[in-house]
Structure formats: structure tokens, C-alpha cells
Nanobody, 123 residues
Framework: QVQLVESGGGLVQAGGSLRLSCAASGRTFSRYDMGWFRQAPGKEREFVAAISRSGGSTYYADSVKGRFSISRDNAKNTVYLQMNKLKPEDTAVYYC????????????????WGQGTQVTVSS
């Protein structure tokens, strides 16, 4: 069982930056690949980024590539999402999730989810 708690969301102007954190409970965090997803009002939840259990591999949605960076600290049981050059279309609730499936795309492949943190980017 893994419990995930996101933090770091907020209101920021376009072009600004935010860093989201996702703290995991338990001693098995390093066994999970971790992902970030987001859901904008009226839209389906979409994949943003993922990182392997060791942190050695990462992958990004095209919409955030070059602006967002995912990282993790297994000693602190935490995964991060650094978001730079934010755009109004990045406005969404951001969720972190954990998977052991080895498949990073598709929310159905993730076993555990946080409650989400709101990110609002004003123009």
C-alpha cells in the first residue's frame, strides 16, 4: 500500500514557475515508477511525465517537453515536477501516481493516486 500526497500547487502568472512535490508513505517507494497526470476542467485526465524507479529514465508528454522536469529522491520518498514557462493551458489539477506495471502511459496502469493539487496559470 502506498499513500501519495501532492503539494506545491497555486496561482502563477504565465511564464512563471512552480515545483510540485508528491510525498509517498511506506518503505516501498523505490519499487514504483512514478507519474504525473493532470486534468483540466471539462477534459479527461492526461499523462504529463513519468520517471523510472531508479530515476534514470524519464518521459514527457509533447505538450510539456522542454518546460517541465520530473525527478525523484528515493531517500525522501518524494517525486517532484518542476514546471517552467507555464502557460494558461497548463491550468489543471495535477496528480501523482505510482505503478509497478512497467507501462507509463494510461491512467489504468497506475495503482495508487494522490488527491491532486490545483495549478492555475493566469494570462
Amino acid at each position: 500500500q502506498v499513500q501519495l500526497v501532492e503539494s506545491g500547487g497555486g496561482l502563477v502568472q504565465a511564464g512563471g514557475s512552480l515545483r510540485l512535490s508528491c510525498a509517498a508513505s511506506g518503505r516501498t517507494f523505490s519499487r514504483y515508477d512514478m507519474g504525473w497526470f493532470r486534468q483540466a476542467p471539462g477534459k479527461e485526465r492526461e499523462f504529463v511525465a513519468a520517471i523510472s524507479r531508479s530515476g534514470g529514465s524519464t518521459y514527457y508528454a509533447d505538450s510539456v517537453k522542454g518546460r517541465f522536469s520530473i525527478s525523484r529522491d528515493n531517500a525522501k520518498n518524494t517525486v517532484y515536477l518542476q514546471m517552467n514557462k507555464l502557460k494558461p493551458e497548463d491550468t489543471a489539477v495535477y496528480y501523482c501516481a505510482a505503478t509497478m506495471s512497467g507501462i507509463w502511459f494510461g491512467e489504468n496502469n497506475y495503482d495508487y493516486w494522490g488527491q491532486g493539487t490545483q495549478v492555475t496559470v493566469s494570462s
